[in-house]
């Protein structure tokens, strides 16, 4: 029988989803943030078997998923399957009802970490309402409107629920866990248009609460009934505070009840959303909080109301990027309760007379520190001037700097970015292209999500950088399908950094296709010749062509000799000029990766400089 968890004293934890596509880096993240109250996050980025719904539906009796949907075969006779899951939950038998690395990537990661000074750990899985609404028949019927479908499908839950804490408690060595069902749709309770039965949503609760010996939870960021939600006396209740505050606290005398009987709140007092929480400040979401926690201790002791209640963001959190996370680590501070001062600067710990903090910033930081767009630098320029050479010093340019992982883009048909780099690269995207069109799809995958998982397979990851190499333009036919998938990649691809290195051929093949996006910075790349100023023209108009505003377009001068002649560019000035250096030539003579020069050496030294600036110009663009 489930039953309720230690008093969390206003700690802080996430809920559900990140941007993460590494299982590893994902629950690093999650274990330095919340080392207390850690959670399981889901990782639907990585594929479509990671997202709601999907990730806990392997044991489905009558499981179909066609055309990206997660469906119920009721064409066919699924008596059998149905007994099975009723004789295991009678018989307890959950062994069978556990989760696997391609539908739950990070659990699996978690269970390989020692977690004895954790106090909880939580999970999350998929509550049956939610399931049951989202998941059709034949007749495009929610089977949760089949009575007998949706009790079996509480008891797969259930099943599911034990095996997730009874494996997290073997495996990580943890005090105690949280199971928390995902419940958005329990917003449907008391609709007309799409009604959901009480008894039915509270004789489900019974069987997963009956088979649960941990805590178990609900979360639902929508309105909803609460009355109804808080009776059902789960351990913790998990809400869109910044939203449905009001709503929630009509029910007060009911919250007070059950925090006094060991309930625990979990506040999502942080929106989730980028767009609504650039509207808001510190300051102005911890008042949001202080007006919730006043309200209620007029009507309950202040001590329990920090004793029962958790610090959470709204929903899970898609949005962000896991630079952002690592930013977080570095700004631990925290707010106190207590009387607030209006004159208070944002950042700057408040006074109180309690010792009682709250990790409000932490949680906030989550979102915030997010770029919302990655800065990226095309290099394009004529063959033989180096525009692969400063690639490459660019890429490590940027890890001194501390800019980590940088993505390096050899979008140019003759490869060499990953030599210079000191990687090896096996395929590129070109060859994954073909093959995605003439090789058989593996069971249980469509073309879109084996496009998804090559290109991830296709990403080299290094030391500070990833690599992805573009490969060769196509081939006769029509691309126009992968092409349009390889972009959305690229596009959930470059959240994760915060400079890209597009090394390009001169005609830019891959950005005048959008596979790869518009260049926030375009460096042309040239000799002091006067071939190369022709060069310079002609790669200047295919790029106002393709939409470069003239300041985003600049002249790089490589390999330029002591006493050369001045360069005359039009009375412009280049952004950089790198001078001709021993140490590159002796490199590639060797074949040694150029990007490995000795720090010193005047090349490597001078694109230092250039990274440099080019912060600063990406800084003071994000901030126009």
Same mark, same amino acid.
């Given at each position: ?6 008093? @969390?004293?206003?700690?802080a934890t996430g809920v559900g989803a990140l941007p993460h596509t590494d299982p590893k880096q994902a629950c690093d993240d999650v274990l330095s943030l919340f080392p207390e109250f850690p959670y399981v996050p889901t990782l639907p980025d990585r594929s479509q078997l990671e997202s709601i719904v999907f990730n806990d539906s392997e044991q489905l009796p009558g499981r179909l998923i066609r055309e990206d949907r997660l469906l ?18 009678v018989e307890g038998n959950f062994s069978a009802y556990g989760l696997h690395k391609e539908y739950a990537s990070a659990f699996i990661e978690m269970m390989a970490r020692n977690l004895p000074h954790a106090q909880v750990l939580k999970c999350q899985v998929t509550g049956p309402v939610t399931f049951g609404m989202q998941v059709v028949d034949t007749n495009k019927r929610p089977i949760y409107y089949d009575a007998q479908l ?40 008391? $609709? $007309? ?49 910044? +939203?449905? %505050?009001?709503?929630? *606290?009509?029910?007060? /005398? ?36 202080? +007006?919730?926690?006043?309200?209620? +201790? ?7 109301? /920090? ?53 409000? @910033? ?13 800065? +990226? ?64 799809? @593996? ?60 090394? $390009? ?20 790349? $040239? ?48 952004? %950089?000029?790198?001078?001709? /250096? ?10 040694? @990766?150029?990007? *490995?020069?000795?720090? /010193? ?24």
């Amino acid at each position: 029988m489930a039953k309720m968890i230690s008093s @969390p004293h206003s700690l802080a934890t996430g809920v559900g989803a990140l941007p993460h596509t590494d299982p590893k880096q994902a629950c690093d993240d999650v274990l330095s943030l919340f080392p207390e109250f850690p959670y399981v996050p889901t990782l639907p980025d990585r594929s479509q078997l990671e997202s709601i719904v999907f990730n806990d539906s392997e044991q489905l009796p009558g499981r179909l998923i066609r055309e990206d949907r997660l469906l119920f075969d009721s064409t066919r006779d699924q008596t059998a399957a149905m007994e099975k899951v009723y004789m295991d939950y009678v018989e307890g038998n959950f062994s069978a009802y556990g989760l696997h690395k391609e539908y739950a990537s990070a659990f699996i990661e978690m269970m390989a970490r020692n977690l004895p000074h954790a106090q909880v750990l939580k999970c999350q899985v998929t509550g049956p309402v939610t399931f049951g609404m989202q998941v059709v028949d034949t007749n495009k019927r929610p089977i949760y409107y089949d009575a007998q479908l949706a009790d079996v499908l509480s008891k797969m839950i259930a099943l599911k629920a034990r095996w997730c804490e009874q494996t997290l408690r073997e495996h990580t060595r943890v005090k105690e866990t949280l199971v928390v069902l995902n419940e958005p749709y329990l917003a449907s309770l008391g $609709s $007309s248009v799409v009604p959901v039965d009480r008894e039915t949503v509270r004789a489900g609760w019974d069987d997963i609460s009956s088979m649960v010996e941990g805590g178990l939870g609900i979360h639902c960021c929508s309105n909803t009934d609460w009355e109804f939600v808080i009776g059902l006396n789960p351990a913790v209740i998990s809400m869109d505070a910044y +939203t449905t %505050a009001k709503e929630f *606290l009509l029910y007060a /005398d009911s919250v007070v009840s059950y925090m006094e009987h060991g309930g625990v709140v979990a506040w999502g007092i942080v929106p989730a959303d980028y767009k609504v929480f650039s509207a808001e400040t510190v300051d102005s979401l911890y008042e949001k909080y202080l +007006t919730i926690r006043t309200q209620l +201790t007029a009507r309950m002791p202040e001590k329990l109301f /920090d004793t029962q209640s958790l610090i959470t963001p709204s929903c899970g959190i898609r949005f962000a990027d896991r630079a952002g996370s690592l930013a977080i680590m570095a700004r631990r501070r925290r707010y106190r309760t207590g009387s607030v001062s209006r004159d208070n600067k944002r950042g700057k710990t408040r006074k109180t007379s309690k010792n009682q903090t709250y990790p409000i @910033p932490h949680i906030i930081n989550l979102v915030i520190t997010m770029p919302v767009h990655p800065f +990226t630098i095309a290099i394009s320029g004529k063959g033989g001037t180096g525009k692969t050479t400063l690639s490459s010093l660019l890429v490590r340019s940027f890890i001194e700097l501390g800019e980590t992982p940088v993505l390096a883009v050899d979008a140019d048909p003759n490869a060499n970015l990953h030599e210079a780099l000191g990687v090896t690269v096996n395929e590129t995207l070109g060859s994954m292209r073909e093959e995605a069109f003439t090789r058989h799809i @593996p069971p249980g995958m469509n073309r879109h999500d084996y496009v998804r998982f090559r290109f991830r397979q296709s990403l080299v990851e290094a030391e500070g950088f990833d690599l992805v190499a573009m490969g060769r333009p196509e081939g006769s036919g029509c691309y126009c399908f992968a092409n349009d998938l390889l972009s959305e990649c690229m596009v959930q691809l470059e959240r994760d950094y915060h400079f890209i290195i597009i090394d $390009s051929e001169a005609g830019m093949e891959h950005i005048s296709r959008g596979t790869i996006g518009t260049p926030d910075m375009l460096l042309i790349v $040239s000799d002091p010749g006067a071939r190369g100023l022709r060069t310079i023209a002609r790669i200047r108009g295919i790029a106002t062509q393709l939409g470069l505003s003239k300041e985003k377009i600049h002249v790089i001068f490589n390999q330029y000799k002591t006493g050369s002649a001045p360069i005359d560019i039009g009375g412009e000035s280049p952004l %950089a000029i790198i001078p001709d /250096d021993p140490a590159v030539e002796k490199a590639d003579l060797a074949a040694t @990766p150029v990007s *490995l020069i000795p720090a /010193d050496s005047p090349a490597r030294e001078a694109v230092r400089a250039l990274a440099e600036e080019i912060r600063e110009i990406a800084r003071v663009r994000k901030d126009e």
